[in-house]
């Protein structure tokens, strides 16, 4: 029963951890706080679902949804997030600029489904289980888990193995030395942004069909759960996001087994909270603020 | 009279020394340089004395009191103002305003009076107002006083940030390259300013590249280089010793 | 007449929110990022609601008690958040709103649960309401030309100057965390002894985006920041109610525009214009820095 709801808690968090990828990919890199990256989740599980009533196969309505919810993320970039950019007030300012794209998103995917909650028809995905030592492990399950494990996979490849993915780190640790060197920033966003709506497009769509549900509010409580992750891991670590992510998973499922859904909120913000005074920058984040504040 | 003085000050970041048993005395009413190549461990000794950064060995003496690990903010209130090598103002904010945030360390008023915007705080900050004038005067920027710092050119920002430290009424003041990015002449009106503080009784630590400027102004200087001291003296024997040369050779 | 009252309660609620604009205002405004104070707002309008309704303690005594409350929850807030900075800070605080929330809906006995605390009587009518929204802006007004409103923008602009010059960083943000608490929690126990009831969501992640929102559009460093954001934000869902549908849109399509054009806000913005203005009008020559950037 315990390793049953491990299992489970594994697997979900490999969806946290695809949705947190690519928030903590915008930070990590360009220093944004795209708070509509709950709205491209949500725009993703939409393209998934409306392309399956269309008639199409799952695996292009998944394609169609990652490809569809990289493009609304490379929008948002250039909507709300470019001319910040070359204005240098980017904080705050990106942050309610986001918000305000998120809210676009909300409002339309809400006149499009006239509020109602959506589904996937009953037999998209074949409804199997496994046995295995007593453990009950479904298709849908297994599925979810090698496609986060492919795609992150995929993500660290190019992040770390191909040309493009060095020019995306060097921007990451000094913007300015990068675009010295000749790398052309529009590049670099449009490809950070795109990865990052894809993954968010991925997580949609699994997470629509998991727990069968598709509606205009989904990405809120994603996000707020997206925060958790990232900072956990410190921001802009991609294996910081992974451990956190798969960790966040399983403690929110046992917590919810073991003790009420309630609780589990209190444990999990408190832990966020406590981890965060023991260590300022999560568990694998590191000071690069460089603040001087001096000794005390 | 409040004399600086270092005491086998050390300090080293993981295994890198970045400054290793430095010596020296700043006393009041003189004004005393430190100079060296780049990278040489001046900022490193600056943050040291301010409370920046914290000593791995050694003490700093401010007027007879260690200060060597109390907090910035104590520090700087025990009477130390200074200058930074970068320019650190409130860009946005006029030039009196900037200029008044330095009396902070003298207001009276109290938390609740300010709060509630009662006379004490409005004299208070009349007051003050006319002071920063005053100051603005000396400096012979009293026309700028509704600017926006950040607007300024280079060294009157930097003429800002010494105003700025001179508000607090310090007992030392620590100068970052202060006449950097400016002309001689300009150089040559703040050699006076400092000359007159260090008259008033004010100890001055002046961090300069500028080698003409240090040797008119300064009575003593100090060499860094590599985080040690090389040499120490008058400004003439100082720039004759052989050590210093090669330093400042080697660099290029 | 008749359609002046019915905008009441839309004055009502701006006189609310703009108390809960200056509660998170003060804290930016020392350069600390927390949006806890939606949490302490949500313990003020408990206290207040729960002084009143089992206790049947009279208005002044719960306005108090709620405005202490927030004020205490705000000092202790402090203390933990003064070790953080940047977004760790507002997410740290986003977990302390999210506890709250949590403890509120797991403490049913006491808080109503997630049903809410209902039958409140409402004893804080739209005048009450303007005149503690005036003293607030007073009291911004005050602090603003005050020492502590000086040390604010020093800590805020540049913390290791602020050190330098003999301020207390920590001590300072403390004081803003204070303030911050005291008028989150004051406006959260208005907001309960004003609606009847309050439930638990109704100060969650919702509000905390709204609040920022009015603060971040209007202006982050000016007193008139937040009185214009919070203004443009409750009237236009009004204004667009012929859209209907597309209300929310237009409210996101605003966010995403004012920000573009106008990074710091409407306020701070048109300040920040008009002084480059005067300060070139002053200045004819072209200043260095200015080409330099």
Partial sequence: MFLQQIINGLVIGGVYALFALGFTLIFGIHKIMNLAHGGIFMTGAFIGLYSVQAGLPLWLAFILAMVGAGLVSVIIEVTAFRRLRQSGEVEFSALISSIGANLVLVSIAQILSKTQVLRFPFDTFPVVIFKVWGLRVSALQLAMAVLAILLVAGLSWYLYRTGFGRQVRAVAQNERAALLAGIRPSVIYFQTFMLSGMLAGAAGVLVGLAFNSIHFMMGDPFLLRGFVVVILGGLGSVAGALVASLGFGVLQTLSVAYLSSRLSDIIIFGLLFAVLLLRPHGLFGRDEAGVLRGRR | MTDLVLENVHKNFGGVVASNDVSMRVPAGRITGLIGPNGAGKTTLINLITGMLSLSS??????????????????????????????????????????????????????????????????????????????????????????????????????????????????????????????????????????????????????????????????????????????????????????????????? | MDTLLSFRPLFDLFLIHLGFAYSQYIVLRAGAFSIGNVGLSAIGAYTAAILTVNYGLPLPVTLLAGALAGLAFGTLLAIPLARLRGVYQAIASLAFVQIVLSANLYAENVT????????????????????????????????????????????????????????????????????????????GSLEALHSYAVEPNQFGFHLIIVILSYVVLGGRRSVWGPLVGVAL????????????????????????????FMPRGIVDTLVARRARRRSRAANPEVRQAEVKG
Avoid: W
């Avoid at chain 3, 236009?236 to 549908?245: C, G, N, T, V």
């Fill in chain 2, 58 to 252: 050694g003490k700093v003496l401010f007027g007879g009191h260690d200060i060597s690990a109390e907090p910035a903010d104590r520090v700087a209130r025990a009477g130390m103002g200074r200058t930074f090598q970068n320019i650190r103002l409130q860009k946005e904010a006029s030039v009196l305003a900037n200029v008044m945030i330095g009396f902070h360390r003298h207001e009276t008023c109290s938390l609740i009076a300010a709060i509630l915007g009662l006379p004490s705080s409005r004299r208070e900050d009349a007051l003050l107002r006319q002071k920063a004038m005053a100051l603005l005067g000396r400096f012979g920027m009293a026309g700028d006083a509704d600017s926006p710092a950040g607007s300024l050119a280079y060294g009157h920002q930097r003429k800002v940030e010494m105003m700025r430290a001179l508000a607090t009424d310090p007992d030392l003041i620590l100068l970052d390259e202060p006449v950097a990015g400016m002309n001689d002449v300009e150089a040559l009106q703040l050699g006076r300013i400092f000359r007159e503080l260090a008259d008033e009784g004010k100890a001055i630590l002046l961090i300069e590249h500028n080698m003409r400027f240090v040797q008119e102004l300064c009575d003593h200087v100090y060499v860094l280089d590599g985080g040690r001291l090389i040499a120490e003296g008058t400004p003439r024997d100082v720039v004759a010793d052989p050590a210093v040369i090669t330093a400042y050779l080697g660099e290029e």
């Fill in chain 3, 233 to 260: 934000l409750i009237a236009l869902p009004e204004i667009s109610r012929p859209l209907a549908d597309a209300r929310i849109m237009i409210y996101g399509l605003i966010l995403m525009v004012v920000m573009n």
């Fill in chain 3, 112 to 187: 109503g649960g997630a049903m809410g605390f209902s039958g409140i009587p409402k004893l804080v009518g739209t005048g009450t309401l303007l005149v503690f929204a005036l003293g607030t802006i007073y009291v911004m007004l005050a602090i603003s030309r005050s020492r502590l409103g000086r040390a604010f923008d020093a800590v805020r602009e540049d913390e290791g100057m602020a050190v330098s010059l003999g301020i207390n960083a920590a001590r300072t943000q403390a004081i803003a965390y204070m303030i911050s608490g005291l008028l989150a929690g004051l406006f």
